[in-house]
């Protein structure tokens, strides 16, 4: 169903009949899975929708926290979990989430890795991201790249894609932008773009931007490039003395939001809609 073309790029097919009518993604980043503030609660309660849905699920970098290492300067002792105080540290995540997620195996469709997963490449050389995906038969993506959905309704003769460009993200957000402001930069950049995903800023929403369009034909046409950040499962800020608090850091968003490209019974137009993963 998926397909890596290049480094930066990965084909999604999805064919259209009769039977088959939409299909669901659940898009989620900034999980921080072995973080103690992790809602792992919440991760479980989005899976099993995604498996009530028969759908599949984007992951789009830092899954992984890996901040209690032995040499990381960001290691604080109360934020590790009791269980990975061993000596064989980022095994025993890695071992964990592995075994979290397999009951899921078949609706992990691609994985890409954040700055967390990258610094631990970096300065411990293991690929954290690799050998998850490995062992779930996940994709692996990249920081940023591109995924083509591509569709086709064969009785109809309907075929197309929907490109999606995505980026686990950069910067701060900003307390009072939300880090919207950085949909018109990349509706600049990412022309081709139907869809562009991000995470990091652990704040999340939904902005379309509408284009006018010149299509080879000569015609006018009117469209909406969708801008999509997703939020995080960690929540640091329930803390007392968290580094959020010190900060002067607003709450973050929720996790999560689904996708669905569909078929429009009026005139079997594919079509896309997003919402927020419910709580």
């Known amino acids: 169903m998926i397909e890596k073309l290049n480094d930066l790029t990965h084909d999604c097919i999805l064919p259209f009949d009769s039977t088959i009518r939409s299909y669901d993604f659940l898009l989620i980043a900034d999980v921080h899975f072995d973080s103690i503030s992790c809602d792992r609660k919440l991760l479980k309660k989005h899976l099993d929708e995604v498996v009530e849905r028969n759908a599949k699920v984007f992951i789009f970098g830092d899954f992984f926290d890996v901040m209690g290492g032995k040499f990381d300067k960001r290691s604080s002792k109360g934020d590790l979990r009791p269980e ?29 890795p954040g700055n967390h997963e990258l610094s631990i490449l970096k300065y411990h050389e293991t690929d954290v991201i690799t050998r ?56 600049v950049y990412l022309p081709d773009a139907d869809i562009v995903v991000s995470s990091h800023t652990h704040d999340r929403f939904i902005f379309p931007i509408p284009r006018e369009r010149f299509l080879q034909s000569g015609k006018i046409t009117q469209d909406e490039q969708m801008h999509i950040k997703l939020g995080s499962y960690k929540y640091s800020y329930a803390k007392g003395n968290s580094w959020e608090r010190q900060m002067g850091h607003p709450p973050k968003s929720d996790p999560g939001v689904w996708f669905t490209i569909y078929v429009k019974s009026k005139n079997n137009d594919v079509r896309t809609k997003f919402e927020l993963a419910e709580r």
């Open 84 to 112: 990975y105080n061993t000596s064989n540290y980022i095994d025993n995540v890695v071992d964990d989430a592995i075994a979290f997620l397999s009951p899921y195996k078949e609706y992990i469709m691609f994985i890409s």
């Open 132 to 187: 998850l995906a490995k062992a779930l038969d996940a994709e692996v993506g990249t920081y940023g790249g591109w995924i083509r959905m591509r569709y086709s309704y064969k009785n109809q003769g309907c075929r197309g894609s929907f490109k999606i460009a995505y980026n686990h993200g950069y910067g701060g957000g900003g307390p009072v932008t939300k880090d919207v402001i950085q949909t018109n930069r990349k509706a």
